[in-house]
């Protein structure tokens, strides 16, 4: 019985995750993700901010918008994997909005490789939640997806319970300011023993200035959650201010 259940797990990993000899994300060779890649989007030699997850010089524990209060302050720490821009944008863009969320299992062995040097270890994992109206449009939420591919190749329990009861208007033409407005109330947990004492990553696809992160962190915060340590496949680049040559 034993030997039928270690084939049948192996026979549903073959069926969810494939060997990838090409690059993901510019399609070349030395897959999943190619040195030039990974140099180009997911900067390898960059930290990244401890409050919202920004690209950073190495020797900065934070970025200046976190340095002057304007990050998110719920969380123990925040970490992306890559940069938002070129290959890994279009990535990320293509398996939201092009209905490809299987794409993932493309990165699963990087990703979570890089998730488990780059934070502690933790009692699970959670999705930040999208509202049933947009779930209904996309047909899946892409945080989910990513966080199943944690649970797989780490064993990470995925915990339940998080909501998003708002539909709130797109983020990306506001400020920070307006965005925690914009989440103020947006989320709710349902489930709070489950995330009691705990220390759990929150996965997203994309942080910004982490405001989403933040307004879920607040929840569980509220709920007795030990640790929160944000996740996300892409984050910006702080600006780096070039002096003039004149």
């Given at each position: ?92 863009q293509e398996l939201k909005f092009g209905s490809t ?44 997806v990513i966080a199943s591919i944690l649970h797989w ?10 909501e998003r009861v708002t539909l709130t208007s797109p ?76």
């Open positions: 019985m034993m030997m039928l259940a270690k084939e049948g797990a192996k026979l549903a990993r073959a069926l969810w995750y494939t060997d990838e000899s090409t690059c993901v994300l510019c399609t070349g060779e030395h897959g999943p993700v190619c040195p030039n890649c990974t140099r180009e989007y997911l900067h390898p030699e960059l930290g990244r901010c401890l409050r919202c997850g920004k690209l950073i010089v190495p020797e900065k524990a934070i970025c200046r918008d976190c340095e002057a209060g304007k990050g998110p302050k719920q969380l123990d720490r925040v970490i992306a994997w890559g940069h938002y821009s070129g290959g890994l944008k279009k990535f990320i969320p299987w794409r993932l299992r493309e990165i699963a062995q990087p990703l979570t490789d890089w998730a488990i040097k780059s934070l502690p270890a933790v009692d699970g994992v959670a999705a930040v939640p999208m509202h049933p109206t947009r779930l209904a449009e996309r047909g899946f939420n892409q945080a989910e190749e780490l064993g990470l329990p995925i915990l339940q319970g998080l983020q990306v033409l506001l400020s920070r300011q307006e965005r925690l407005l914009n989440l103020r109330g947006a989320f709710v947990l349902q489930e709070q023993d489950s995330f009691q004492g705990r220390d759990v990553w929150l996965v997203d696809d994309v942080t910004t200035t982490g405001s989403t992160l933040e307004a879920v962190a607040e929840v569980l915060r509220g709920s007795g959650t030990k640790a929160i340590y944000g996740l996300c496949l892409a984050a910006g680049l702080e600006k780096v201010l070039v002096p003039s040559s004149d």
